[in-house]
Structures are given as structure tokens and as C-alpha cells.
């Protein structure tokens, strides 16, 4: 399938951003808040990652309501994009020997709004750029190509942690800072070839209006039986995806020790589970199209349900690399076909409304697995039994999943 300009543009954006995730959700920022002394340990980390996800859940549906009049949408995504790489970059002149881990976490918070906030208008422009014969591909090569590409300010920061020291916070910001660059530059393009096709004509009295149509969608969401079912289970397993991804580096080292495992093997196993995510997440593209997108996602839940119980018994390093790949291998499949999937059953012209709901349901998620994840280590003792804990999300989000239909047809009211 050969790519329009629109598309390789929009898929560049999920290269730029995805530097966000593996570096800043994932990797680095767990490592440099544990460096703290006043911190009494990397899983409260968890703690954090439910705060900013509820200030966006709560935001999420009245600015895509907002964003669906016509040029709105492109000054949303510019305005989160910018709060994302701005607060970024801030990351990098927080050092552990400041002791103001509270600092270090606003700017966390307030970097993780701007990623999943520019997110919400950068999902919903898979219908601007792409048909819904095509969206499966596409948005699967975003994540591919947004893994494989993320490998390389990864890489870069990870070479200069090891110059610099692996005990040293140095390293660890520079990390930050070629982050926000790359994020950045790979934006670049997202913002001069993509364009809103789909939107609301304007009208006076728009943010007024804007929360009209919202509570009118809130009254009718029943009425959407296939989008309302869509995300009473995507709001359960992408909880469990979410977690896995902010969380994983936390659990590592909680359950094996820095001493069996130092932080730069930590971080190599994370840069190769990027490079096997990206084969996969093409494959579940070219997947869907034999066995359906529903087929391919409901596959990608049992993956993680196995990774799940593989993770309780992790005692060596082979075991965590192991798991990771594991997990690499549905990671990119399932955030990919889910976005595609719910793009293929909305009203193109309000993508920004439902893209918002599609948001607040993933955002509330997250609220509780991270949460969970922390809760269950300090009332059991044992970061062990906090993987085990979501489970059960991604057993519910199943049996949600599978009333879905396999080829769903875009939506006007059932």
C-alpha cells in the first residue's frame, strides 16, 4: 500500500511522540525519580500517572466538542503538542540532588497532559487523512514506524547515560531534552501537510453550543450501540495496556532488585522490545484484513492475560526480556486496531466528540491500574501480586469485546 503525503505525515507524528512514551512513560523518568532520596519508591509513581490522567479525562470530551467546528482542531493539537514538548524539555532541570521530586512531578503531570491531550486531535485525524478501507494499515504503521524510529533518541539518550554515568542524573536529563527535540521536529510535517476535512460549520455562540451537542451525545450515546459497546470494553483492557506500559520499569525493579537488575540492562531490553514491536504491529495491520481487526484485538487480550501471569513468576533477567517480548508483540497491535476500529464506527464529522469519549474512557482506565498496581505493593508487601490485579480488566474487557460485530459499518444511530 503506497502512503499519501497526508499519511506519511500523520504517521510521522506517532514517530515523534512515541520518543515520549519509551523515554518518559516508560523508561528514563521512573529511573530519575527513584533517585530521589526523600521518595520511598518508583511505584508511587504510579500515583502520578492517575493524577494527570484524570485532569485530561475530565477535559477530554468538551475540547473535542469544541475542536469539531471547522480549523479548530489543528489549534488543539498544536496547543497540547507544544504544553507536551515545552514541559518536556523543563523535565531536564529537576536533579535529584535539588530534592524537589514535588517539582519533578508537576512537570511530569503537565507533560503528560500535553502528550495524550495532542493525542486526542491527532487520533481523530485518522478520518481527515485516510479512508476506512485503509485505516487498519495505516494506523498500524503509525505505531510501527513510531516504534522502529523511536529506537534512535533512545538509543541516543541511552548512549549518553552510560558516558555520563549510569548513577548519574546527567545522563538521564539530556535524555529529557533529546526527547522534546525529536518530538519536536518529527511534529513538523503533522502540522504542514494535514489538513481537517470532516468538521461542524461554525455558528455563534460556539462553546456554548459545543457543550449542547455534548450533553446530547451523552443522552443518545445508548442510541450508538456499536460505539457505546466499543468502549464500555475498550475502557477495561486498554486499562491494563496502559499500566503495563507506564508501569513496567516500577514492577522490574520492585520485584528483582537493582542488584540482579542494574538499570542499563533494564534499559537495553526496553530498546530491543521497541524493535520487536515494530514487525508486529505492521503484521496485526496485514492481520485484520484476513481475520478482522475484532479478530486480531481479541487475540492481542490474551497475549497480555499470558504476559500477565508470566510476569508474577519473573525471578531472572531473561525472564523480564522474555516478557517484554511478549508484550511487544500485542502492544502495537492492539492501541492500533482499537484506534482504527473506533474510527471506522463514529460520525466523521464530529471525530473530535467521539475521539473526546474515546479519550475519557482510556484516561479513566488508566486511573485504575496504575492505582491498583500501587495500592496492592503497600497493602500486601509484595509488588509481585500488583500484576495479577489487572487481570481481571482484560478478562471483562472480553467478554465486552466479543458482542462486538467483526466488520462494523460507520455509524449513524442503531
Known amino acids: 500500500m503506497v502512503l499519501t503525503k497526508e499519511e506519511r505525515s500523520w504517521i510521522l507524528y506517532d514517530c515523534g511522540n512515541s520518543a515520549y512514551s519509551i523515554a518518559i512513560s516508560t523508561?528514563?523518568?521512573?529511573?530519575?525519580?527513584?533517585?530521589?532520596?526523600?521518595?520511598?519508591?518508583?511505584?508511587?509513581?504510579g500515583y502520578f500517572n492517575t493524577l494527570a490522567s484524570l485532569l485530561l479525562a475530565i477535559l477530554s470530551p468538551i475540547l473535542g466538542t469544541i475542536a469539531d467546528y471547522k480549523d479548530r482542531k489543528k489549534r488543539f493539537f498544536l496547543f497540547f503538542f507544544i504544553i507536551g514538548v515545552v514541559f518536556t524539555a523543563s523535565l531536564a532541570f529537576v536533579s535529584p540532588s535539588s530534592g524537589m521530586w514535588q517539582l519533578l512531578a508537576v512537570f511530569y503531570v503537565l507533560s503528560s497532559i500535553g502528550f495524550a491531550g495532542a493525542n486526542i486531535?491527532?487520533?481523530?485525524?485518522?478520518?481527515?487523512?485516510?479512508?476506512?478501507e485503509r485505516m487498519d494499515k495505516v494506523s498500524?504503521?503509525?505505531?510501527a514506524y513510531g516504534y522502529i524510529s523511536s529506537v534512535i533518541p533512545f538509543g541516543i539518550s541511552l548512549a549518553l547515560i552510560y558516558a555520563l554515568g549510569m548513577d548519574q542524573a546527567i545522563g538521564y536529563q539530556a535524555g529529557f531534552m533529546v526527547t522534546a527535540v525529536w518530538w519536536g521536529l518529527l511534529t513538523l510535517p503533522m502540522l504542514r501537510d494535514v489538513k481537517q476535512r470532516h468538521f461542524i460549520e461554525p455558528e455563534p455562540k460556539p462553546v456554548l453550543n459545543s457543550f449542547k451537542r455534548l450533553a446530547e451525545t451523552f443522552r443518545n450515546i445508548r442510541q450508538y450501540r456499536t460505539v457505546f459497546v466499543f468502549l464500555i470494553a475498550y475502557f477495561f483492557y486498554i486499562d491494563g495496556v496502559d499500566t503495563i506500559i507506564k508501569m513496567v520499569v516500577p514492577y522490574a525493579t520492585s520485584v528483582l532488585g537493582n542488584e540482579a537488575l542494574n538499570t542499563f540492562t533494564l534499559l537495553g531490553i526496553l530498546l530491543v522490545i521497541q524493535i520487536i514491536a515494530f514487525p508486529f504491529a505492521i503484521l496485526y495491520g496485514?492481520?485484520?484484513k484476513k481475520y478482522s481487526a475484532r479478530g486480531m484485538i481479541i487475540f492481542a487480550i490474551f497475549t497480555y492475560?499470558?504476559?500477565?501471569?508470566?510476569?508474577?513468576?519473573?525471578?531472572?533477567?531473561?525472564?523480564?526480556?522474555?516478557?517484554?517480548?511478549?508484550?511487544a508483540s500485542a502492544q502495537g497491535g492492539i492501541q492500533a486496531l482499537s484506534r482504527s476500529y473506533f474510527a471506522k464506527i463514529?460520525?466523521?464529522q464530529n471525530s473530535n466528540e467521539f475521539f473526546g469519549f474515546y479519550n475519557i474512557f482510556g484516561k479513566f482506565a488508566a486511573i485504575i491500574g496504575p492505582g491498583v498496581m500501587a495500592l496492592t505493593t503497600t497493602l500486601t508487601g509484595n509488588p509481585r501480586f500488583s500484576i495479577l490485579a489487572i487481570i481481571p480488566l482484560f478478562i471483562i474487557g472480553f467478554l465486552v469485546f466479543i458482542t462486538l460485530p467483526k466488520e462494523p459499518k460507520i455509524a449513524a444511530i442503531d
Open 27 to 45: 523508561a528514563l523518568l521512573p529511573v530519575v525519580f527513584g533517585m530521589f532520596d526523600n521518595v520511598n519508591s518508583s511505584m508511587d509513581l
Open 140 to 143: 498500524s504503521k503509525g505505531y
Open 121 to 132: 486531535f491527532y487520533d481523530s485525524f485518522l478520518v481527515d487523512v485516510s479512508s476506512d
Open 286 to 288: 496485514n492481520l485484520a
Open 346 to 348: 463514529i460520525p466523521k
Open 305 to 327: 492475560i499470558a504476559a500477565c501471569i508470566g510476569g508474577f513468576f519473573i525471578s531472572t533477567v531473561w525472564h523480564i526480556f522474555l516478557l517484554g517480548a511478549l508484550i
